[in-house]
């Protein structure tokens, strides 16, 4: 079993009524499910920040996109989650 550390926070009541309630339906400690969400949230934040890295070094090495170019991009996304919405939408 990992070591433990002891934190004091605070909370919105809200979110810390929230925090309580899905414990308690999932039969688990409040500790339990903040450390799972925090890994969570640290994981992805991790990925983000390694992504915006390499997208960094990348543009470093071979240019940065010109205006057509982002603009291409922003359309090639919004094509994309638009597409994305419309299948959540008629499923």
């Keep these: 079993m990992a070591e433990k550390v002891?934190?004091?926070v605070s909370?919105?009541?809200e979110l810390g009524t929230a925090v309580r309630q899905y414990a308690a339906a999932e039969d688990e400690q409040i500790s339990a499910v903040i450390s799972r969400a925090l890994e969570q949230y640290l994981?992805?934040?991790r990925i983000v920040r390694e992504g915006l890295r390499a997208m960094d070094e990348y543009f470093d090495?071979?240019?940065w996109p010109t205006p057509d170019e982002?603009?291409?991009a922003r359309a090639w996304v919004d094509d994309l989650f638009?597409?994305?919405h419309r299948e959540q939408r008629s499923a």
Excluded: I, M, T
């Design 11 to 13: 909370l919105d009541a």
């Design 6 to 8: 002891k934190f004091s």
């Design 43 to 45: 994981d992805k934040r």
């Design 82 to 84: 638009a597409e994305e």
């Design 70 to 72: 982002q603009a291409e």
């Design 61 to 63: 090495e071979h240019g």
